[in-house]
Each structure stands twice: as structure tokens, then as C-alpha cells.
């Protein structure tokens, strides 16, 4: 799956001198900001930036683990030997990035290898469950056959819809079956099992003709990357912003998250957490401020740090569609203002276990949010993983990342040929 994060070249890490005696990087802090005159900002209370202590890979302690651990602490300082004190390790596996600065070639090649080897085998774990569903159908319909017939054909039809591909998604991959059976270019079961393999490959290749494919569109000179993750309330925005940032920060980039979900009361103390448990800074305002006066503030904050990336949370809501629109096209005319092409992805999220549902969501969104791409979350926890390439179909919208599980790094970059191939070995 290589790198997750593409904009860098390895070059650019390699060349910083950082790992030279007595060089230190030099770290740009930027106090709290406050709203200029802008045309269309309204007065806004002074932003707060949040700037955690990373935590590694584990979740943020309760108070009485903290007091608990205090106590063991000041106990072990009382009877350990005086010396110096070896470091604690981390418990993520990104403590190191994969650019490791302080690593020959060889090794970086080889930790890099290990990474990939590692998030491959987790998203083959991820589609265990669509794959044995999928390949049990599968099995039963070809059992005992010799030929290919229309039964063959209609009992394929139920397997395929029941792994929630979707019917429209479905009719489509069999209407090229058939075809390719009638030209007899497919005569035997091997041969339909490729077919159906090549035609969900073709649906999810098309889909990356619209929307943004890849973050290495937009010029690295472009700085910061802006994202909008935009998703109702429920289906793991926050925790995707969790994950992305500390994937991205993992390579050796700089991040900064905007909390811009300014309705929920919850919102911004969630991702305070995720903040916190990543190391990555947080632009938060009070509940209610103008979420384009928080962008805004975001923005300039993120310039004056040299950042490379901005996360952006949006409100989790389409029951009021006219205030959402107006909300999100405000919030995007003050990102473009600042920062060439911004928004350069707004990234929906969706909840694979609810199905077809989720991608009735997807559709509303489609309407009001200008979406560029689907992350697609919670893949590990359901047999009806085929609800991507319903996605891809019928929204037209390459699917950029996929959630595998609940740790801080389950997050990986969709991969169609990984994908397809997981489902059917």
C-alpha cells in the first residue's frame, strides 16, 4: 500500500540536517488569533490553540490512572539508583516515521517493506468477513456445475446483492457477463470468476476520473493541504480525523486540526481528545461561533506554522440542507481566499455496516456538500463489505480511505486491486 501520505518527496526529509550534532529544529508557536476585517467574517472570540503532548498510540489516561500513575512514580524515584533514566518506548508503531531520518537506506526500505506487509494484512483482515460471506455464496452456487447457465447466473445475482454490492451495481457487473459469455470469451467457472473480478476492478478504477484520486494533485508548493471531512453525527468523523492526522503527522508532516463544528456541544472536547492522544495542535472556538470565523482562524494559524496539512471538522447534520449549504459554501469561499484551491478534498464519511443506508447518506451530501471522495469506516466490523463498490458506482466518487479497526493507526488508503483480490482468494 506504500506511504499513506504523498505530497512529501523523500528527499525533502532526508535533506533537513536534523540528525546533524547540535542542530535543532527550530519550533514555530503561534499564540491565540483573532478574527481581522475581513468581508464576510463576523466578530469572533479569540481562538484557542491547543498544542498536546503526544501520547503514542494510547488513548489518553483517566484521572485516577494519572493520580495512579503519580504515586508509582514518586515511589520508583525514591528507591531507583541514581544514572540516567532509559526512555520509555512508545506503544504506536509510527513513534519512528517510515522517513526515518536517522536510518540508512537499507533499513528504511526494509521498515518501510514491514509497514506495508503489515497494513496488507490488516485490510485482509478487515474484508475477512465480506470475503467468507461472499466466497460461501459463491461456493454453493458453483457447487457441483459444469457449465454456465442462467440459473448459474440468477443465483450469482442473489450472492452478489446479498454482499450488499447493490442491485444497480450488480445488474450492471452481469449485463457485461453476459456478454462477454455470448462473444464466448467466458466459458468456463475460472474464467466468470476473472470476469466478475476485472468488471468490480473497472468500477472502482472509473471512479477515480471524478473527484480527487489523490492528494498529489495539488502542487506541494501549496500549502496547507486543506481537507473538510464533512458526515452525519455517528458514523466515526471524529474519529477519522483522529486517525488521518496522526498517519499523516507520522510521515514526517506537519498538521493542525480545525474544530469547526461549532453545533455540537461534544464536538470539539472529542476531538481535544483525539488531540491530545495524536500531538497534533487544535483551533477551537466557543460553541456557536460562525464555523467560517474558526476556519479562518485555522487558516492563518496553519500558514504562520508552516504547516503542511489542515484537517477540517464540519457540523454532522442535514436536517436543516439550506443553513448546511449556505454554511459549508461560506466556509469554502474563506478557505479559497486564503490558500490557492481550497478546499483541495472534502471527504465524506461513511459507516459501512449501515449499507445501503449509509449510501443513501452519501447521497444527500452528494447534493449539498460538493464531496470529492468517501472515507468508508468500519469495514472490519461487517459481512457486507461490497457496499464500496456500490459507493463507487453509483456516486461516481473514488473511496480514498478505509477504516480496519479502533486503534489510532487503523486507518489505511483504499487500494481497488488489494480490495478485490482480498475478496475472492
Not at 550534532?21 to 484557542?48: D, F, H, N, R, V
Not at 471531512?229 to 466515526?236: A, E, L, T, Y
Not at 460553541?287 to 485555522?298: E, K, R
Not at 461513511?350 to 444527500?364: F, P
Request: glycine share 8%.
Amino acid at each position: 500500500m506504500g506511504l499513506f501520505w504523498k505530497r512529501k518527496k523523500r528527499d525533502q526529509f532526508v535533506s533537513l540536517g536534523l540528525t546533524k550534532q547540535g542542530t535543532q529544529p527550530e519550533a514555530q508557536k503561534l499564540g491565540p488569533q483573532t478574527t481581522t476585517t475581513a468581508e464576510e467574517m463576523p466578530p469572533a472570540p479569540q481562538s484557542s490553540i491547543l498544542e498536546p503532548v503526544p501520547t503514542g498510540g494510547g488513548p489518553t489516561p483517566l484521572p485516577v490512572e494519572r493520580e495512579s500513575s503519580r504515586q508509582l512514580q514518586g515511589a520508583a524515584a525514591k528507591t531507583a539508583p541514581a544514572g540516567p533514566q532509559q526512555p520509555v518506548p512508545s506503544r504506536s508503531p509510527f513513534a519512528t516515521s517510515v522517513l526515518g531520518l536517522n536510518l540508512t537506506m537499507e533499513e528504511l526500505q526494509a521498515q518501510e517493506a514491514a509497514l506495508e506487509q503489515e497494513f496488507s494484512n490488516r485490510f485482509r483482515r478487515a474484508v475477512a468477513a465480506t470475503r467468507e460471506s461472499l466466497s460461501e455464496k459463491l461456493d454453493t452456487v458453483f457447487q457441483g456445475r459444469r457449465e454456465i447457465d442462467e440459473e448459474l447466473l440468477d443465483h450469482l445475482e442473489e450472492a452478489l446483492i446479498a454482499a450488499d454490492i447493490g442491485v444497480s451495481t450488480t445488474l450492471h457487473i452481469l449485463e457485461n457477463v453476459r456478454q462477454g459469455i455470448a462473444r464466448q470469451q467466458i466459458n468456463d467457472l475460472d474464467a466468470l470468476k476473472q470476469a466478475i473480478k476485472a468488471e468490480l476492478l473497472n468500477i472502482l478504477h472509473a471512479s477515480d476520473n471524478e473527484g480527487v484520486a489523490s492528494e498529489t494533485s495539488v502542487p506541494p508548493d501549496v500549502t496547507p493541504y486543506v481537507m473538510m471531512i464533512v458526515g452525519v453525527n455517528g458514523v466515526g468523523k471524529t474519529t477519522t480525523i483522529g486517525k488521518l492526522a496522526q498517519r499523516i503527522k507520522a510521515e514526517g508532516n506537519d498538521v493542525l486540526i480545525c474544530a469547526a463544528d461549532t453545533f455540537r456541544a461534544a464536538a470539539s472536547d472529542q476531538l481535544a481528545i483525539w488531540a491530545e492522544r495524536t500531538g497534533v495542535p487544535l483551533i477551537q472556538q466557543k460553541q456557536g461561533t460562525d464555523p467560517a470565523a474558526v476556519l479562518f482562524d485555522s487558516l492563518k494559524a496553519a500558514k504562520a506554522r508552516n504547516s503542511d496539512v489542515l484537517i477540517v471538522d464540519t457540523a454532522g447534520r442535514l436536517h436543516t440542507k439550506a443553513n448546511l449549504m449556505a454554511e459549508l459554501e461560506k466556509m469554502k469561499r474563506v478557505a479559497a481566499r486564503e490558500v490557492p484551491g481550497a478546499p483541495h478534498e472534502t471527504l465524506l464519511v461513511v459507516d459501512a455496516v449501515t449499507g445501503q443506508n449509509g449510501l443513501e447518506q452519501a447521497r444527500q451530501f452528494l447534493r449539498v456538500a460538493g464531496v470529492t471522495g468517501i472515507v468508508l469506516t468500519k469495514l472490519d466490523g461487517t459481512a457486507k463489505g461490497g457496499i464500496a463498490l456500490a459507493i463507487a458506482k453509483e456516486l461516481n466518487l473514488p473511496i480514498r480511505y478505509a477504516g480496519i479497526g479502533e486503534k489510532v493507526d487503523d486507518l489505511v488508503v483504499f487500494d481497488a486491486h488489494s480490495y478485490v483480490n482480498d475478496l475472492f482468494e
